[in-house]
C-alpha cells in the first residue's frame, strides 16, 4: 500500500542562512524520521540545472548504437553510458528499467586518486556537453558541502566536520532516463528496485513525473512528491554507518507509472555524494550509546565499501 504524507513537508534553505541552528534540527529530524527531506529555496541555478537536464534528454534520443559506444567495459558504470536493464537492486531478480549516465570529478594529471577515479567521457553528439554537465556537477557539490555542515551542526559536530572527508570523493551526477512504457513492463520490473543508496547522501531533483515511494519504518510506502524547484534529499548507507544508524539509509524504489501516464518518459538526476576513496568509515563516538551498541566493530574504508556494494547491485563483477 502506497500513501502521500506531510512528514516530506519542504524546509525552506533561507532558514540556513537567518537561523542555522533551527535548519540543521528539522534537517536531523527529517533524516531520523523517514531518512530523507525536502528542501526549497535552494541555491542552484535553475539554468544551470536547465541545461544539464536538456543535456542529458539529448543523449538519450540517440540511437542506441550512439549510446553504448559510451559504455566502458569492466567500469562497474561509474563513468559514461549504463544501458536500459543493467541495474539490479541489492538481492532482487528483476533489472532495473532505466538507463544512465555517470558524470564524475574532474581530477587533474596526476592526482593520487587518478587510479581509483577514472577521466569522465564526453558525448561528441551533444553541443555543449562538458559545460552543461561540468557546472551542474559543481552546483550540486558545492551544495552537497553545505547540507553537510547541516548534519554535522545536528550530530554536534564541528560544522566543517565532513568537508575534507568528500572534498575529493568519487561523487557521481546521474542523469537518468526511464523510458515511456508503450507496453507492458517484465512482471515483476519496475523503474527503480527498492534499494538504498550507497553513498554519504543523495540529492535529487524533483522529476517531472512520479513515482518515487519510500519506505517507512512501520511499513507502509509513502509517495514522495515534492513542489517544482525543491531538493530531495536522502541518507546513504556509509552515512548510516558513520552513525551508527542515528541517521538512517531509508529503502526507497521508483514505480511504474499508471496507465494514463505510461506513455510519458521520466527523467531525473540525483547527485550521489560520496567520501573520498581512502576516507575510513568509523562509527562517531557520539553515535554510540548504552542504548544503541555499535554495530560495526571494525572501520572501512570508502573506496571498500563501494567495491562491495558494485558488486551486489551488478554494475561490477
Given amino acids: 500500500m502506497t500513501a502521500t504524507t506531510s512528514l516530506f513537508e519542504p ?39 536547465n541545461r544539464g537536464v536538456e543535456a542529458g534528454k539529448q ?61 569522465n567521457l564526453y558525448v561528441a553528439e551533444v ?16 551544495f552537497g558541502l553545505e547540507i553537510l555542515s547541516a548534519i554535522a551542526m545536528h550530530l554536534k559536530l564541528q560544522p566543517r566536520f565532513f568537508t575534507e572527508t568528500v572534498n575529493e570523493g568519487n561523487s557521481i551526477l546521474r542523469l537518468l532516463h526511464y523510458p515511456s512504457q508503450t507496453e507492458p513492463p517484465p512482471e515483476g520490473s519496475v523503474r527503480a528496485g527498492a534499494h538504498e543508496d550507497i553513498n554519504v547522501i543523495t540529492l535529487l531533483l524533483g522529476a517531472e513525473e512520479g513515482g518515487l515511494e519510500v519506505l517507512h519504518r512501520n511499513g507502509q510506502w509513502l509517495g514522495v512528491n515534492p513542489p517544482p524547484g525543491s531538493l530531495v534529499i536522502n541518507v546513504g548507507d556509509m552515512l548510516q554507518r558513520l552513525t551508527n544508524h542515528v541517521l538512517p539509509s531509508t529503502t526507497h524504489r521508483v514505480v511504474n507509472p499508471e496507465p494514463e501516464r505510461s506513455r510519458f518518459p521520466r527523467y531525473s538526476t540525483p547527485f550521489f555524494l560520496h567520501f573520498n576513496p581512502d576516507y575510513e568509515i568509523r562509527t562517531l563516538p557520539a553515535c554510540i550509546t548504552a542504548d544503541r551498541p555499535n554495530r560495526y566493530a571494525e572501520p572501512l574504508k570508502a573506496q571498500d565499501f563501494l567495491e562491495i556494494r558494485l558488486k551486489e547491485i551488478g554494475l561490477r563483477m
Avoid at 127 to 142: I, L, N, Q, S, V
Fill in 59 to 119: 543523449f538519450f534520443a540517440l540511437p542506441d548504437a550512439a549510446k553504448r559506444a559510451y559504455c566502458i567495459p569492466g567500469g562497474g558504470g561509474q563513468r559514461g553510458y549504463t544501458p536500459f536493464a543493467t541495474e539490479v537492486a541489492k538481492g532482487a531478480k528483476a533489472k532495473d528499467l532505466k538507463e544512465f549516465w555517470h558524470v564524475a570529478r574532474e581530477l587533474p594529471e596526476g592526482h593520487r586518486f587518478s587510479d581509483i577515479m577514472s577521466p
Fill in 11 to 49: 524546509i525552506s534553505y533561507m532558514l540556513w542562512k537567518s537561523d542555522p541552528k533551527a535548519f540543521a534540527e528539522r534537517l536531523g529530524a527529517s533524516f531520523r524520521e523517514t531518512g530523507f527531506a525536502v528542501i526549497k529555496d535552494h541555491p542552484v541555478d535553475q539554468a544551470v540545472i
Fill in 127 to 142: 553541443p555543449g556537453w562538458k559545460t552543461a554537465t561540468g557546472a551542474m556537477y559543481d552546483a550540486m557539490d558545492r
